[in-house]
Every structure is written in structure tokens, then in C-alpha cells.
């Protein structure tokens, strides 16, 4: 009924803005405080003001089709909408604004609200946030809308190592300061967190993006305890660079006061970095990020403590003109190299290598033609190793898809 409610709301919604007068429609004034750090990503999008009202409305779509084969075998072809993407802004005040975004992922089939809060501004270094946040560990979660990457599916490490797209409820504080071509920015929550599920899954490792399925979390903690995260960024003209960690009690340790286990801590680190390079405009974006979970002795060695992973794209423009019609047109070409690791370390009896792990080359073309839609063709290649070492799947097709602001 929950989610009946929130589609019945969402038409709803969509359908008073259909009889908007299109003349009343214009671009909303952006932030005066945006200036490209991944931490205003949620801000730094375009959106679409209704008159003279204070509500700006915004969103984006994803559309793919796909051909893979794993050692020879495939399903064939395939298409999805693996999301569609809904926000809403409004200034209450001129230090006090509201974002929401709300996503239909899979054509319909979950509904999700990424991020819903309040943001009240006291001074460009002290300002307060609460609700929905997505939790800032490494960049990609923050700053993920499909219209901003020229590859058709996210970054391994950040969906399938990291949960991204991670989002909880909580409270925090957040500040920038600038100084001439330098800005500094950072962020601290604390909101709710993981549940047992990172170990107890059906993908037979310790698995964090488990803990998503948990709708729970948008209610009360499952243990009491506060995920605490927290990013500092500094950046240097068009050059980026972000530290960042979360970390906490995973496990539910105590019930009705009596205790059921140890406490059980989770731990993450992530660097973040993104650059352009001015003689050639080529354009680098990536992060790697490490993770300790203390799981119980009495797991098997394939749930492992410790993983790690993440992802390079680098991004050649050849092309700047007017191209099909298309003014200010762009043609890229790129290419993604990404690993994962599910399970550092070795196996007790024998000392041997836990393996368990995966790369990617992805090499893309990418059409431009305005900097909001992006239409891109990719080839991934894959290798992935199972817990044993053995000789690895390899896993190749080609992906087409497209993505817009709207």
C-alpha cells in the first residue's frame, strides 16, 4: 500500500505539472554557493521553476539495451529503464531550502527516495542537514545522475562493493570555504546503518550494498548505534580531491537490554579525485576505497574481513562543434578500468590466495548533443574469479543506451 500510495502521489503530481502553462516555466537560478565540488552535486543539477513560485521541479532517465555472453553462453538481447529519477527543490527562505529526489528503478518496480532534506544555512562553513542523506563515502554516490558518466552501467565498486546508491536518515553539518582559485569543503552525519544482512545474504560474502533491501532503516537503527560518515574535498580550479570515511556497529548486539553478541564494527575509507587536463581537455574521474568488517570466527573463510576496489574513467572529447543539427555538440571517446576485490587475504590451511574477485575494460563512444543528454555506446569486458582461484569467467557484450536531464 506504501508504494500504491507513492505512485498514485507521483501521477498525481506529474499530472498538475502537465497543465502547467509552459510560458510559466523557466530555469531556476543556480545556487550562488555551487562551484562543481562533488558535495553540492544534489544542488548542481538543472531544474525547472514554476512562476513565481519557490518549488523548482527536475529529473532524469536512463534507457539501455545490452548483448553479454559469459564463456560462450548467452540470453540474448535484452532492454531495461533501470531508472527514472524525480526531484523537487524549494527555497523556504533564503537560508533555508528543501531537496527531495525520488527514483523509480527498474521500470517501476522498486521506488526509492534518495535523498529528502532540509538544509538551514548559518554561515558557509556551519550549516545544518536533516532527513534522507545520502551517506558521502567517495564521490560517485553523491554524484551519480546517469546524465553526467558516458558508461551505461555504474561503477562496480560503487553498486556492487560500496551500496551505492546509499541513503539514510540522519542529521549533520556540512560547510565550504574559498580562497581565490582554492575551495574546501566538508561533511559529517550521523544516521542510521547497516544490519546483519552485509554477512547474511544470498551472494555468499560479506556484501554491504545488502543492507539496501532493508526498509527498515528509514525508521529507527536496527542496533542503536549511529553510522557516522565523514568527507572533507579540496579543490583547485578544475582539479578535485576528496578523503573520505564511515564507519560503525553493524550488528544487532542487544535486545530488550540483554545481550546477544559482541559489538561488530564496520569500517570504510575512500579517496576520490576528479581533474582536467587543459592541453587536451581530457577529462579523469575515479575512486578506490577499502573496507574492514569484523565477522564472526565462526563464518567461513569465504565471507571475507577485509575488500577493496574501484574505478578509473578517462574521457577524450574529438569532437566540439556543430554536429546533426546539434550546436555546441560533443563526440567523446573514454574508457573505464575498474577492479574489485570481495575477499582480501588467505586461506588458513594452506596459505594460499583468497581469490574471489573482479576487472573491467569497458571502451566507450559517447554523443553529446548538449552537455544534459548523453547518447553511448560501450563493449565491457570482464573477468571474474571465483573464491577457489579457478580459471576465471570471461564475460563480454556490447551496451548501447541513453540518458537525459529533463
Not at 534507457?63 to 529503464?81: K, P, V, W
Not at 550494498?209 to 557516522?228: Q, V, Y
Not at 566507450?364 to 565491457?380: H, K, M
Amino acid at each position: 500500500m506504501r508504494y500504491l500510495y507513492s505512485i498514485t502521489l507521483l501521477i498525481c503530481s506529474l499530472s498538475a505539472w502537465t497543465q502547467v502553462d509552459s510560458s510559466l516555466l523557466k530555469k531556476a537560478a543556480k545556487d550562488s554557493t555551487i562551484t562543481g565540488m562533488n558535495m553540492d552535486a544534489v544542488y548542481n543539477r538543472p531544474f525547472l521553476q514554476v512562476g513565481k513560485t519557490p518549488i523548482a521541479v527536475g529529473g532524469y532517465i536512463e534507457a539501455d539495451y545490452q548483448y553479454m555472453g559469459e564463456d560462450g553462453l548467452t540470453e540474448g538481447h535484452s532492454f531495461r529503464i533501470p531508472r527514472l529519477t524525480i526531484f523537487m527543490s524549494s527555497a523556504i527562505h533564503q537560508k533555508i531550502k528543501f531537496l527531495t529526489e525520488l527514483e523509480l528503478e527498474e521500470g517501476g518496480k522498486e521506488i526509492a527516495i534518495e535523498f529528502a532534506a532540509l538544509d538551514f544555512n548559518f554561515h558557509p562553513l556551519l550549516n545544518l542537514r536533516g532527513g534522507v542523506i545520502m551517506n558521502p563515502i567517495g564521490a560517485f554516490n553523491q554524484n551519480h545522475d546517469g546524465p553526467k558518466w558516458e558508461f551505461v552501467d555504474r561503477p562496480l565498486s560503487a553498486e556492487q562493493m560500496l551500496p551505492a546508491t546509499w541513503s539514510n536518515v540522519g542529521f549533520g553539518i556540512y560547510g565550504k570555504h574559498y580562497q581565490n582559485d582554492w575551495a574546501f569543503g566538508y561533511e559529517g552525519y550521523l544516521t542510521n546503518g547497516f544490519n546483519n544482512a552485509i554477512i547474511e545474504n544470498d551472494q555468499n560474502r560479506t556484501f554491504l550494498p545488502a543492507s539496501k533491501a532493508n526498509a527498515d532503516r528509514f525508521e529507527e537503527t536496527n542496533n542503536g548505534e549511529p553510522l557516522i560518515t565523514l568527507k572533507t574535498g579540496l579543490r583547485y580550479k578544475n582539479n578535485e580531491i576528496g578523503l573520505s570515511y564511515m564507519g560503525g556497529i553493524y550488528n544487532t548486539h542487544t535486545e530488550d537490554g540483554l545481550v546477544l553478541e559482541n559489538k561488530r564494527r564496520l569500517d570504510v575509507w575512500a579517496v576520490d579525485f576528479n581533474t582536467t587536463l587543459t592541453p587536451t581537455k581530457t577529462y579523469l574521474v575515479g575512486e578506490y576505497a577499502w573496507i574492514w568488517v569484523d565477522v564472526p570466527a565462526s563464518y567461513s573463510q569465504q565471507y571475507g574481513n577485509q575488500q577493496h576496489g574501484g574505478f578509473i574513467d578517462i574521457v577524450q572529447p574529438v569532437l566540439n562543434r556543430t554536429i546533426l543539427g546539434f550546436t555546441k555538440a560533443t563526440l567523446n571517446v573514454a574508457c573505464r578500468l575498474e577492479y574489485v576485490d570481495w575477499n582480501v587475504g588467505s586461506f588458513r590451511e594452506t596459505g594460499e590466495n583468497i581469490s574471489d574477485d573482479i576487472w573491467a575494460v569497458v571502451p566507450a563512444v559517447s554523443f553529446r548533443p548538449t552537455a544534459q543528454t548523453v547518447i553511448r555506446l560501450n563493449y565491457r569486458i570482464m573477468r571474474q574469479q571465483d573464491i577457489l582461484g579457478n580459471p576465471p569467467a570471461s564475460i563480454a557484450g556490447v551496451q548501447f543506451g541513453i540518458s537525459s536531464y529533463f
